[in-house]
């Protein structure tokens, strides 16, 4: 007879299930990098003073961290469409383990990719003159795993929701991924856009993570974009695995 496992156990379970792919394939997490380090080293040149101004810099670079998060987070859930294609998770839903800890252990393991590619965005643009604040940073990234964990999971419920029809997770996925980058500022500053625009950017909550990060990356820590940056990510966090969960316990 199997002995009962408390839901933190489960998760646990789960993370390292899902965590293991990632160790024993490092590069598919740098390869995931390659779209935002592509507009990082064409688009920075073209904003005013070019990718060696250290202010175009400390306002570029932590917009595409954040984008850097965002498509590795929203497109996710293809792993799990990968599962569902090949019948292992089936197997997984069948199991002792809670189906509330199939989503958060999942959703728990963005986190890693998160990290590692933030490091690997500093690695790159330090050189180029980019001055991080070290526990602006810490903070951000705190913030920014907060965010990748709702991400994720609204990533998983939609590759349920889904199941084989892969184009529907392509398709909503694309079509939601560069409006939110766009509506954010990552690419360029809104406040200079029509009313219309900074309406709608002010509805995005990525904007205002967005903005958090900026902040924090350049050591202004007192700053109150950071606590709308936090509450929007809590709550993209909270949505999020509402969604996921609620979605994983109707899964057949």
Not at 19 to 30: A, T, Y
């Amino acid at each position: 007879m199997t002995a009962p496992t408390s839901p933190i156990t489960d998760t646990v379970t789960v993370f390292v299930r899902e965590l293991r792919p990632v160790l024993r394939d490092p590069f598919s997490v740098v390869f995931s990098l390659v779209q935002p380090l592509i507009f990082l080293a064409l688009f920075a040149p073209l904003l005013p003073g070019g990718l060696g101004e250290e202010s175009t810099l400390q306002w570029f670079v932590p917009g595409i961290v954040v984008m850097s998060c965002l498509f590795a987070t929203m497109s996710t859930g293809a792993n799990l469409l990968f599962e569902i294609q090949l019948g292992s998770h089936e197997r997984m839903l069948v199991s002792p383990l809670r189906r509330s800890a199939l989503i958060v252990g999942r959703a728990l393991k963005e986190i890693v990719p998160v990290l590692v590619q933030t490091a690997v965005i500093l690695v790159v643009t330090v050189p180029f003159g980019f001055r991080p604040s070290p526990l602006g940073a810490v903070c951000g990234l705190l913030i920014l795993s907060v965010f990748s964990i709702g991400v994720g999971c609204l990533s998983y419920a939609l590759a349920l929701v889904s199941k084989d029809r892969h184009w529907l997770f392509w398709g909503v996925q694309q079509t939601l991924l560069f409006p939110l980058v766009l509506l954010a500022g990552i690419m360029l500053p809104v406040e200079g856009g029509p009313g219309w625009l900074q309406t709608l950017s002010r509805f995005n909550p990525l904007t205002y993570v967005v903005d958090a990060q900026r902040a924090l990356f350049n050591g202004d820590l007192a700053a109150p974009v950071i606590a709308w940056g936090a509450l929007a990510a809590v709550a993209v966090a909270v949505v999020g695995l509402w969604v996921g969960i609620t979605t994983m316990r109707r899964a057949d």
